[in-house]
C-alpha cells in the first residue's frame, strides 16, 4: 500500500487517511469504509477493483466530494475536504471534478450542447464562451454533427461521449469514472476507453470503478477493495 506522508506527498493528488465511511440503516451499522488510508499519485490512471460491498463505489463517492466521511482525513489538491461546509464543497466538486457515470445521468430536456455546458453554466460562464467550449469538446469525442440532438435521439455509446464532453467542460483535476463502459457494447467501451487512456497520457489524473478486468488493464495502477479496505495496490510495469 503507498505510504501517507504529512503533509501529503508533492506527487499526491487525492490522499485518505484512516477514512470511515458508516451508514445507519435502522439498527444496524454498515461499515461500507473500514479506515481507509491511501494516497493517489498526481497523473495516474487508477482502476478501483472489488466484488460488490467492498467498497470501492462508496470510496469513490468520498473522493468524488459526493458523500462525506464519517471519520478520518481527505485531502484534495492540498484542500481539507473536511473543513469545507456544503456550499463551499459542492462549489469545490463543480470546478475541480468531473464525472462519468454508467447511466450517463444527461438531462433529457437539454440537447448536446447544453448538457456540456451545464457546469459551465453553474460557473457563471458568459453564454458564448460556453457555447465555443462545448462545440469543441464535441468535436473532440466525434459528436460535431449532433450538437442539436436530444439524449433520446442517441445511441448509448454517444450518451457516454457526452457525458464524457461534459465531465472534461471545467478541465478537471481529476477524472472520476464508475463503471464507464457498463451499459455499452464491447466495442463501444473499447471507444471510450482509449479516450480515457489519450486523457491520461496528457497528464490527467483518472479514478475508475471497474469490475472488468480488461476495462482495468487501461489503467497504471489496479487498487483492490475487500470488506471496506485496500487489500493491495498493484502497479503496471
Keep these: 500500500m503507498a505510504s501517507l506522508s504529512h503533509p501529503p506527498a508533492s506527487s499526491a493528488i487525492a490522499v485518505l487517511e484512516n477514512v470511515t465511511k458508516i451508514y445507519e440503516m435502522g439498527?444496524?451499522?454498515v461499515h461500507a469504509l473500514a479506515g481507509v488510508s491511501v494516497d493517489f499519485e498526481k497523473g495516474?490512471?487508477?482502476?478501483?477493483?472489488?466484488?460488490?460491498?467492498?467498497?470501492?463505489?462508496?470510496?469513490?463517492?468520498?473522493?468524488g466530494c459526493l458523500d462525506r466521511?464519517?471519520?478520518g482525513r481527505f485531502v484534495l489538491e492540498d484542500q481539507d475536504v473536511a473543513l469545507l461546509d456544503d456550499d463551499d464543497l459542492s462549489e469545490?466538486?463543480?470546478?475541480?471534478?468531473?464525472?462519468?457515470?454508467?447511466?450517463?445521468?444527461?438531462v433529457a430536456q437539454l440537447t448536446v450542447r447544453e448538457n456540456i455546458e451545464l457546469p459551465l453554466y453553474?460557473?457563471?460562464?458568459?453564454?458564448?464562451?460556453?457555447?465555443?467550449?462545448a462545440d469543441e469538446l464535441a468535436e473532440r469525442v466525434g459528436l460535431a454533427d449532433r450538437l442539436e440532438h436530444r439524449p433520446a435521439e442517441l445511441s448509448g455509446?454517444?450518451?457516454?461521449?457526452?457525458?464524457?464532453?461534459?465531465?472534461?467542460?471545467?478541465?478537471p483535476l481529476i477524472l472520476l469514472a464508475d463503471e464507464p463502459t457498463g451499459n455499452l457494447d464491447t466495442s463501444t467501451g473499447k471507444q471510450i476507453m482509449r479516450m480515457?487512456?489519450?486523457?491520461?497520457?496528457?497528464?490527467?489524473?483518472?479514478?475508475?470503478?471497474?469490475?472488468?478486468?480488461?476495462?482495468?488493464?487501461?489503467?497504471?495502477?489496479r487498487l483492490y477493495m475487500r470488506d471496506g479496505?485496500?487489500?493491495?495496490?498493484?502497479?503496471?510495469?
Design 157 to 171: 455509446g454517444q450518451q457516454q461521449r457526452v457525458a464524457f464532453a461534459r465531465a472534461l467542460a471545467n478541465d
Design 196 to 221: 480515457l487512456a489519450d486523457l491520461h497520457e496528457q497528464g490527467k489524473t483518472i479514478l475508475m470503478v471497474t469490475h472488468e478486468p480488461d476495462i482495468a488493464e487501461y489503467a497504471t495502477h
Design 44 to 63: 495516474a490512471f487508477y482502476a478501483i477493483m472489488g466484488a460488490s460491498g467492498s467498497g470501492k463505489s462508496t470510496m469513490l463517492n468520498v473522493l
Design 122 to 133: 453553474y460557473l457563471g460562464w458568459d453564454a458564448g464562451e460556453s457555447a465555443q467550449r
Design 92 to 106: 469545490f466538486r463543480l470546478r475541480h471534478l468531473g464525472f462519468i457515470f454508467q447511466s450517463f445521468n444527461l
Design 69 to 71: 466521511p464519517t471519520t
Design 229 to 237: 479496505l485496500i487489500d493491495r495496490i498493484e502497479e503496471r510495469g
Design 27 to 29: 439498527d444496524a451499522r
